[in-house]
């Protein structure tokens, strides 16, 4: 019985663990879950907005990249916002200001978390690799 409960902790522990609860407590993360989601809608709505204006600005041709970006952004921002309108509002402004915050830039840190690991993939192939001298 006693290995049971610990089994279930574990799983519960583990379910917890996954994605932002790494880097915030369920019962925090709870209370700031409609500032972050409102947080990425509006890094999704700017980012759309940029590149519609980067798309005006080349009047050259047309650059398919900013066209497919625009068409993904638009409808993934309108999921995000409605999403956030159906979480629990958010009780401490405190809270609410972190977790905008997070969810804006939460794009960067992906970004930059790829890129170090590429980095270090990069440098360890490197260095384990490296051509002899003469």
Do not use: C
């Amino acid at each position: 019985m006693l290995e049971l409960r610990a089994a279930a902790g574990v799983a519960r522990a583990t379910t917890n663990a996954i994605g932002i609860y790494l880097l915030v407590p369920r019962r925090i993360w709870d209370g700031m879950k409609r500032a972050f989601l409102f947080g990425l809608g509006t890094f999704l709505i700017l980012r759309t907005i940029l590149n519609i204006i980067g798309t005006l600005v080349e009047h050259d041709e047309l650059n398919p990249t900013n066209v497919i970006g625009t068409l993904v952004l638009i409808p993934v921002s309108v999921i995000v916002i409605r999403a956030a309108r159906r979480a629990p509002p958010n009780y401490s402004r405190l809270h609410a200001i972190l977790g905008w915050l997070l969810g804006f830039l939460m794009v960067f840190a992906v970004i930059a978390a790829i890129g170090a690991i590429i980095l270090i993939i990069w440098g360890g192939a490197y260095t384990q690799w490296k051509p002899s001298g003469p």
